[in-house]
T-cell receptor, first 113, second 106 residues
Framework: KAGVTQTPRYLIKTRGQQVTLSCSPI?????VSWYQQTPGQGLQFLFE???????NKGNFPGRFSGRQFSNSRSEMNVSTLELGDSALYLC????????????FGPGTRLLVL | KNEVEQSPQNLTAQEGEFITINCSYSVGISALHWLQQHPGGGIVSLFM???GKKKHGRLIATINIQEKHSSLHITASHPRDSAVYICAGNTDKLIFGTGTRLQVFP
């Protein structure tokens, strides 16, 4: 089975722009979670989707949003980018709910200038 | 207030040494994950446990529910074990520790 894939792998944007990141889970997995990793804050939970519904959301501003499609692929969007949004964005998939073992993608490294 | 605390932050070892990384967590966490992150960012899930002990190869994870404490042990450490090890607690979402950077020298 193919692993979790994320596109793009690297991205450079400027302040004020918006960005959309994509995550394709392992075939058959229905839960996708998104995480942000920065040197200062470490890994933080963004949100989780299951069967096209947002199941849970972390403590991030409304500029961060996401969605999940019927094939379980997920996208996250960040609008009005700020310098502090520079981070590694990771998605992870699991068969059902996030409390199961999660399989992580390679991440998208976003740099905001 | 971080609900998951890890120690030590950094760890160096000689090849072959026995290594222990500790994780303490607060109430409300139903299970504990151990993750491994290599340079470049990729994260691999090593264990998920809610009780007892699990073993995979040279890696052993234990959890003590009463003491709210988990440990990750690496036996006969090898330079390829060099990575950041992260524990994460399950509430309704994952809450991560700050990670332990392990370097194993030949």
């Amino acid at each position: 089975k193919a692993g979790v894939t994320q596109t793009p792998r690297y991205l450079i944007k400027t302040r004020g722009q918006q960005v959309t990141l994509s995550c394709s889970p392992i075939s058959g997995h229905r839960s996708v979670s998104w995480y942000q990793q920065t040197p200062g804050q470490g890994l933080q939970f963004l949100f989780e989707y299951f069967s096209e519904t947002q199941r849970n959301k972390g403590n991030f501003p409304g500029r961060f949003s996401g969605r999940q499609f019927s094939n379980s692929r997920s996208e996250m969007n960040v609008s009005t980018l700020e310098l502090g949004d520079s981070a590694l964005y990771l998605c992870a998939s699991s068969l059902a709910i996030s409390q199961e073992t999660q399989y992580f993608g390679p991440g998208t490294r976003l740099l905001v200038l | 207030k971080n609900e998951v605390e890890q120690s030590p932050q950094n760890l160096t070892a000689q090849e072959g040494e026995f290594i222990t990384i500790n994780c303490s967590y607060s109430v409300g966490i139903s299970a504990l994950h151990w993750l491994q992150q290599h340079p470049g960012g990729g994260i691999v899930s090593l264990f998920m446990l809610s009780s007892g002990k699990k073993k995979h190869g040279r890696l052993i994870a234990t959890i003590n529910i009463q003491e709210k404490h988990s440990s990750l042990h690496i036996t006969a450490s090898h330079p390829r074990d060099s990575a950041v090890y992260i524990c994460a607690g399950n509430t309704d979402k994952l809450i991560f520790g700050t990670g332990t950077r392990l370097q194993v020298f030949p």
